[in-house]
């Protein structure tokens, strides 16, 4: 945390693009089965999942659906078994690019200092035509399509964060003093534990580098 005491903050949810070139999906649905099928890697199943663009303009802003592709003609399958976060692209880029240009204090992304200029041309690398928005000198646009996901996954109902009373809210939303996410690793004596954290998050639950260290 930046108040200089050591503690660190853990993750609440994390998400994966499960979308891509040949072999992306299939190697995203095999990532989610090892999380679900190994004991020792159940519980982070619950904290993570897969997300993907809904095809459909009329598509709403964020659904859990559990797709079935497992035909001929597909590479990828899935059985019905995965959980897929399904987003709609265009209203959810329209909210976030309106939230990039807000000024006003409630509802605006704020950008920390230091990121570099690619930063910034990857989430302006889109224009919004009449019915989408498109990408006509195919420049890089991985943080928009991230900060997208992002402000999408914050619907999920394990969150959402459009319901969270500010007066009153859920401990891994409360200040970081009270935040059970909230943890510190600089003493001795702290041991990670894999059953703490499959309680729903009732306790501190894993530091950044254990997720980090199991996705690498």
């Not at 420049?139 to 969270?164: M, P």
């Amino acid at each position: 945390l930046a108040d200089g005491s050591g503690r660190e903050m853990g993750i609440l949810m994390s998400a994966c693009d499960s979308a891509g070139k040949d072999g992306f999906t299939s190697n995203a649905y095999a990532f989610w089965r090892k999380l679900r099928k190994q004991p020792e890697l159940r519980h982070y199943a619950e904290k993570f999942i897969l997300l993907k663009g809904a095809s459909s303009a009329e598509a709403p802003r964020f659904a859990i659906r559990f797709p079935d592709t497992e035909r001929k003609d597909r590479k990828a399958k899935a059985r019905g078994e995965i959980p897929v976060g399904f987003i709609g692209t265009l209203i959810q880029k329209d909210k976030v690019f309106g939230m990039i240009t807000n000024d006003d204090s409630d509802g605006r992304v704020v950008f920390p200092e230091g990121l570099n200029r690619n930063y910034y041309q990857e989430i302006l690398a889109e224009t919004r035509t009449k019915d989408k928005w498109e990408n006509p000198k195919r420049l890089r646009n991985e943080t928009f399509d991230l900060l997208t996901y992002a402000i999408s996954l914050i619907l999920h109902k394990k969150i959402n964060y459009e319901k969270i009373d500010w007066l009153k809210p859920k401990a891994w939303a409360e200040e970081w003093d009270f935040n059970e996410l909230v943890i510190d690793l600089s003493g001795d004596d702290y041991e990670y534990s894999a059953e703490e954290d499959e309680k729903e998050v009732q306790k501190p639950t894993f530091a950044l580098q254990n997720l980090g260290a199991l996705l690498a």
